[in-house]
């Protein structure tokens, strides 16, 4: 008798870092599912990212209403439940993901991977908080029965970016971050000096980083000679612009998870603002700088992570 088709549910919102490193169990999860119907929720911004890998055959955008607005909720609820699924992977592990557990309770309350109190699948290593995130992800996993779990892959990802007229040996530098933790970035001014240092050594340089990072990217590409993409990249350009470049370097964000899994020889900027032995980006090159205060390190430490001086 052939097994009928399943609805499964993948909870995961993002950041931008945490969502790439979630291809390796994503991946996983569709091989597990192959006949079944896998719907990832997500939040708009990894919507266009989840639809082109290809893991999902429908992706639902979560608006992430507040807990005081009960309309939202009731119809949050109403698409949870009617989903009609048989298993559901919480990749985000949250407060608010604990709590659509909490939703979705009734009479067809689905097997749950997860950590929310009572599901049927609990990831319940108490130092799960002090483990990497592909580590974590993929014990949690192993709670459910998966024996493997791949590494990050973005080879599905990529475009054209010709239209840059990029010059054709070039660092990309990532010198922003989530701006409410600024203590993350490493000086704009270190940044100028080390642009000028690869220029020096034959390199040129390309800025990137996202609309709100516009004034920080131009301001380094005019005292540098560096040319600035702020504001003009997609995902699937950084992807090519990482298999295209020499190398990258930058602080602890979301495109330097996408230039390390892409196969780009990545530095990595630590302060103390975040630990690396948690969240640093993984691949096959990754070198990673750390200093309480990220203003002490030096861009000779930097450019000597390339061999330059």
């Known amino acids: 008798m052939i097994n009928p088709q399943r609805r499964v549910l993948v909870i995961k919102h993002g950041a931008l870092g945490d969502f790439v490193l979630a291809t390796g169990p994503f991946e996983a999860i569709r091989l597990a599912h192959e006949q079944d119907t896998v719907v990832l929720l997500t939040t708009v911004n990894y919507a266009s990212l989840a639809k082109d890998s290809g893991y999902f055959d429908d992706v639902w955008v979560d608006n992430r209403p507040s807990w005081l607005n009960i309309i939202e909720i009731q119809k949050l609820r109403r698409t949870l439940r009617g989903g009609n699924f048989t298993r559901v992977y919480d990749l985000q592990t949250s407060r608010r993901s604990n709590w659509y557990y909490r939703l979705m309770k009734g009479y ?29 992800q993929a014990e949690q996993l192993s709670e459910i029965g998966f ?18 007229n990029l010059p054709k040996r070039f660092i990309l530098i990532v010198p922003g971050s989530a701006s409410h933790r600024l203590a993350k970035r490493w000086p704009k001014d270190k940044y100028i000096k080390l642009s000028e240092t690869l220029s020096n050594n034959g390199l040129g340089t390309v800025i990137l980083g996202g609309s709100n990072e516009i004034p920080l990217a131009n301001e380094i590409a005019l005292h540098s000679g560096g040319i600035s993409l702020a504001g003009k990249t997609s995902f699937a350009d950084l992807a090519a612009l990482s298999r295209s470049a020499i190398g990258a370097v930058g602080n602890d964000t979301g495109p330097m998870h996408i230039a390390a899994i892409c196969g780009c020889k ?25 200093k309480e205060n990220l203003a002490d390190l030096t861009v000779n430490e930097v450019a000597a992570a390339f061999s330059l001086r």
Do not use: Y
């Open 108 to 136: 067809r309350r689905p097997q749950w991977s997860g950590i929310a109190l009572g599901c049927s699948h609990p990831h319940s290593n108490p130092k799960r908080n002090l483990m990497h995130t592909l580590e974590r």
């Open 147 to 164: 024996q493997k779990v791949p590494c990050p892959d973005l080879s599905w990802l990529g475009s054209s970016v010709e239209h840059f």
């Open 266 to 290: 990545s530095v990595v900027l630590f302060s103390n603002d975040s630990n690396p032995t948690i969240t640093a980006p993984r691949g096959p090159d990754v070198t990673i700088l750390q």
